[in-house]
């Protein structure tokens, strides 16, 4: 019988070392998760600024001109510009 009560005794003691042991683990993964979100946080403050200095600029150019061409010009463009490439392709 006192055998049984140290095997008892064993395993509470185990218990409660496992649960300190979890307890810290716990902490600790509480702190990387602050930590994550604090950096989370900073990252899409830099992404959203970017965007608005990226938004910004883009107002700021001026609107590119339309162009209207029929199909006979087209034609001639695609023409000049294949042969382009392949005076580009033997030098």
């Known amino acids: 019988m006192i055998s049984e009560f140290q095997q008892l005794s064993q395993k509470i003691e185990q218990l409660a070392m496992l649960a ?21 946080a900073s990252a899409n403050e830099r992404i959203h600024l970017a965007y608005q200095r990226v938004t910004s600029i883009l107002d700021k150019l001026p609107p590119e001109p ?26």
Do not use: C, M, Y
């Open 20 to 40: 300190q042991q979890l307890r810290s683990e716990n902490a600790e993964l509480r702190l990387q998760i602050s930590s994550l979100r604090a950096e989370n």
């Open 66 to 91: 339309i162009v209207e061409v029929d199909a006979g010009e087209l034609a001639e463009l695609e023409g000049q510009v294949e042969a382009e490439g392949q005076e580009g392709e033997r030098t």
